[in-house]
């Protein structure tokens, strides 16, 4: 039988846990293109840099793996909210970054099945976390010093001789990771409706309006051509358009409400994106806050296509 002492240094998370985990996700990661968004294997590099030249992101696939994508960051987020509730429940003890656990609590928590494949799932997201190289001048004080790290450190896999199954796992984060982590205000929480996004690009799209957006009263907007680049997309941009606005159209983004603007007064489309919250209570996508409602059919049980308002203008469009 496994020891529920873990090694030193490690969470003892061999235990009864609560599967409502309060989530959270790391703000770097967040807006700019460290995941690959398509489900086939990525071999083309991310070279990413800001509108002002001051922010550089390079992302590096392994030829055998391919690129950490952005379901393989489901495993993050999961292990930033064990950290960050490390950090809250047991504030005298200094958070370690690596992490032991059992694989269902982790794909329980994530909202994946749990069985054979899944599993195998699992392990092969963890080899792209580990092999995917990462190059980047973010929390560098300077466009100069950069970081170069992979996701995970390193991942084991307790496996029984007889049966073949997994008696236990753990990984270590990056310190890179580890630091935006444990940084006070580097965090954010996110709707565990997230988690039953089934696509990429909607996925991003709510990281990265959650990220701008955040808890504001008022309209964040954002140009396409903007978005385009921090998506890292392969596709063409005509094809990435496309693609927000059928998530647009649908309503798929938890917590906020998304409208699409194809031609703004500069001429460029755009999104505009709100908290629910701060809609007028007789508007299609209001909603009070709710934690409550995940595994739901859709995200909000509301119409595929809902009516829109007439959308701000773009009065200090970026």
């Known amino acids: 039988m496994t020891s529920r002492q873990p090694p030193p240094g490690q969470f003892d998370l061999f235990v009864p846990y609560l599967i409502d985990l309060p989530l959270r996700d790391q703000r770097d990661t967040m807006e700019r293109p460290f995941f690959s968004l398509a489900k086939r294997k990525r071999l083309t590099p991310i070279d990413y840099q800001s509108p002002d030249g001051t922010v550089w992101v390079k992302v590096q696939p392994h030829q055998d793996y ?3 994508t952005i379901w393989d960051a489901d495993i993050l987020i999961w292990a930033a909210s064990q950290i960050a ?4 429940s047991r504030c005298n ?3 370690p970054r690596t992490i032991q656990f059992l ?4 794909l329980q928590t994530i909202m994946r099945d749990v069985g054979g494949d899944q599993y195998r799932r699992l392990r092969a997201s963890l080899d792209r976390l580990k ?3 990462i ?3 973010i929390r560098g004080k300077g466009k100069d010093r950069q970081a170069t790290f992979s996701w995970i450190d390193q991942w084991t896999d307790d496996v029984d001789a007889e049966t073949g199954q997994s008696k236990g796992m753990s990984i270590t984060i990056s310190e890179w990771l580890f630091e935006g982590v444990t940084s006070r205000g580097s965090i954010l929480s996110i709707h565990p409706n997230y988690f039953l996004l089934s696509g990429a690009f909607e996925r991003w799209l709510y990281r990265v309006v959650r990220k ?3 808890n504001q009263k008022t309209w964040w907007m954002c140009t396409l051509i903007v978005l385009y680049k921090k998506s890292g997309c392969e596709d063409r941009q005509s094809k990435f358009k496309a693609a927000i606005k059928k998530i647009v159209n649908a309503d798929l983004v938890p917590e906020y409400f998304v409208s699409f603007i194809d031609r703004t007064e500069s001429g460029d489309s755009a999104i505009h ?10 508007h299609p996508g209001f909603k009070f806050p709710c934690r409550k409602d995940k595994r739901r059919p859709h995200p909000f049980g509301m119409p595929d296509n809902p009516r829109k308002t007439e959308a701000p203008r773009d009065k200090g469009l970026r």
């Open 66 to 68: 391919g690129m950490a």
């Open 131 to 133: 092999t995917t190289t």
């Open 135 to 137: 190059k980047t001048n």
């Open 103 to 106: 694989p269902h609590q982790l």
């Open 85 to 88: 509730e490390h950090m809250r």
């Open 273 to 282: 994106a709100i908290r629910r919250e701060y809609l007028d209570s007789n």
């Open 212 to 214: 701008h957006a955040g």
């Open 93 to 95: 003890e200094p958070p």
